[in-house]
Nanobody, 126 residues
């Protein structure tokens, strides 16, 4: 299984970026997909999750209303549209996947996911 993130970069506060995560080696339509982020010296934190058939979507409170997760099962790709970016959003963003059902408790925990990408850096300047 491989997850490959792309789309990170440097952007000014208030700007937008769209991250992509291309998945291979898995039956994509059976996997929930999520985005996490990790800033230097901090723990990896949940950003957003989308269920296998896009029936359920969750967001961290810190990004709700600004970020939108989506997936294209025909392209084996999950996206994270990030608008109104803030300097606090500066982090390495990771894509993660998990096959099958998840308890509500594990949906926002890194331990709830099986596979991870290498991450893409997002830097928001003030």
């Amino acid at each position: 299984v491989q997850l490959a993130e792309s789309g990170g970069g440097l952007v000014q506060a208030g700007g937008s970026l769209r991250l992509s995560c291309a998945a291979s080696g898995l039956s994509f339509t059976t996997y929930s997909m999520a985005w996490f982020r990790q800033a230097p010296g901090k723990e990896r934190e949940f950003v957003s999750r989308i269920s296998a058939r896009s029936g359920t979507i969750n967001y961290a409170d810190s990004v709700k209303g600004r970020f939108t997760i989506s997936r294209d099962n025909a392209k084996n790709t999950v996206y994270l549209q990030m608008n109104s970016l803030k300097p606090d959003d500066t982090s390495v963003y990771y894509c993660a996947s998990r096959r099958g059902p998840q308890s509500e408790r594990t949906q926002s925990l890194p331990s709830g996911y099986e596979y991870w990408g290498q991450g893409t850096q997002v830097t928001v300047s003030s």
